[in-house]
């Protein structure tokens, strides 16, 4: 059973840095992509960053624009948890922030950023910014 859970939310304000931890099991780590979504209230659900396994222990890593230079994806092997390094926050990174995994199989990197990919999530965890 794929299980994800987020940690690491919470209230910083604007310039001010955060870090999110995914622990993932239920699945053989490097197998699975992953990636971090958020969801602001009224909003859609958008892809922030992911990471593609290329080996047992390499990555590709994806970035959407509005994060690219201020966000920072990794990947921990040894202990199956993804990570989300958050600076420069700014207030419009407030949001439920998501972790999400899929089989490799599932879809081609092409796809990573698009919360439709993926068919495992964790439950979220908030971050809020303020100015």
């Known amino acids: 059973q794929v299980q994800l859970v987020e940690s690491g939310g919470g209230s910083v304000q604007a310039g001010g840095s955060l870090r999110l931890s995914c622990a993932a099991s239920?699945?053989?780590?490097?197998?699975?992509?992953m990636g971090w979504f958020r969801q602001a209230p009224g909003k859609e659900r958008e892809g922030v960053a992911a990471?593609?396994?290329?080996?047992?222990?390499?990555?590709?890593?994806y970035y959407a624009d509005s994060v690219k230079g201020r966000f920072t994806v990794s990947q921990d092997n040894a202990i199956n948890t993804m990570y989300l390094q958050m600076s420069g926050l700014k207030v419009e990174d407030t949001a439920m922030y998501y972790c999400?995994?899929?089989?490799?199989?599932?879809?081609?990197?092409?796809?990573?950023?698009?919360?439709?990919?993926?068919?495992?999530w964790g439950q979220g965890t908030q971050v809020t910014v303020s100015s």
């Open positions: 999400a995994a899929a089989p490799r199989s599932r879809a081609s990197e092409n796809a990573i950023l698009f919360p439709e990919t993926y068919n495992y």
């Open positions: 239920g699945y053989t780590y490097s197998t699975y992509f």
């Open positions: 990471s593609y396994p290329t080996s047992a222990r390499s990555w590709s890593l």
